[in-house]
């Protein structure tokens, strides 16, 4: 039997509110801790990943890139009516993942903090890269619905 209209209702204003929600946590952390990260210098970047800067730093510009574009590719009435945008936004997410995350790989591999945080830095950038790398491997092989499964 099909469900009361107003349950759908419900539905649909819990899911925006969520994702209002997201978005002002998303926003706030950009602005707060990742733009100062924009002004390599020692003071912003402190005495550990200051020498490291030519890798954290494309981390963090390619990270923010992402994180902005990103919700845009998962919206399907954005995906389906500007199609050529969704490409070209498509081609820049994945360069900016992959990139991010192999830099975040680095960086795993090579710190010094704690087993945890570097095990979970890695596994990040592990699980960034290769998704957006399967989601292109899947739209290259014109695979759509698996492409739609590995943004979903």
């Not at 509110?17 to 707060?32: A, D, E, H, K, R």
């Not at 005495?47 to 990270?63: A, D, E, K, N, T």
């Not at 070209?88 to 830099?103: E, F």
Request: hydrophobic share 45%.
């Amino acid at each position: 039997m099909n469900q009361p209209k107003q349950n759908n209702t419900i539905g649909k204003y819990s899911i925006i509110v969520l994702v209002v929600l997201t978005s002002l946590i998303v926003c706030y952390y950009v602005i707060s801790r990742a733009f100062p990260m924009l002004i390599p210098t020692e003071e912003v970047y402190g005495s550990y990943y200051f020498p490291r800067v030519f890798w954290v730093f494309p981390h963090i510009v390619l990270g923010i890139v992402a994180t902005i574009i990103g919700p845009f590719q998962f919206i399907p009435k954005i995906r389906n009516k500007y199609l050529k945008t969704h490409r070209q936004l498509g081609r820049v997410y994945i360069i900016s993942t992959v990139l991010s995350g192999i830099s975040g790989m680095y960086m795993a591999a090579t710190s010094d903090i704690n087993l945890p945080y570097a095990v979970g830095l890695f596994m990040l950038g592990v699980a960034w890269s290769t998704s957006s790398i399967m989601a292109f491997i899947s739209i290259k092989n014109r695979k759509i619905d698996l492409h739609k499964r590995v943004d979903d």
